[in-house]
Nanobody, 126 residues
């Protein structure tokens, strides 16, 4: 399974960016996809996740600003609006086969996902 990411870039605070992630194949009826991010001197944190049934999970600090969607059976997008300087991070797409969002831990962690994208940088200037 390969993941191809696109999007990201630089924007001023209050602006918007869109990330996309496309999987080469999926081997189960359902899979979870989403993004983690890691900023300077910060640990990896889960941002938003979705499964093939459309169930979603968001980190508290992005609720109401970020929207995750499964655009096609292989492509997931993250629309990021009202961006803040604290959103500046490297964003990594992650996919796990045979997964449903309801089964993810409350604090979604790296070991729950086996497939990762190369990462894309998001920079928000204040």
């Amino acid at each position: 399974v390969r993941l191809v990411e696109s999007g990201g870039g630089s924007v001023q605070a209050g602006g918007s960016l869109r990330l996309s992630c496309t999987v080469s194949e999926y081997t189960y009826a359902s899979y979870c996809s989403g993004w983690f991010r890691q900023g300077p001197d910060k640990g990896l944190e889960g941002v938003a996740f979705i499964d093939s049934d459309g169930s979603k999970r968001y980190a508290d600090d992005v609720k109401g600003r970020f929207t995750i969607s499964r655009d096609t059976d292989k492509m997931t997008s993250l629309q990021m609006d009202d961006l803040k300087s604290g959103d500046s991070s490297m964003y990594y797409c992650a996919v796990e086969m045979g997964c449903w969002v309801e089964h993810l831990h409350e604090d979604v962690s790296k070991p729950e996902f086996n497939h990762w994208g190369q990462g894309t940088q998001v920079d928000v200037s204040s």
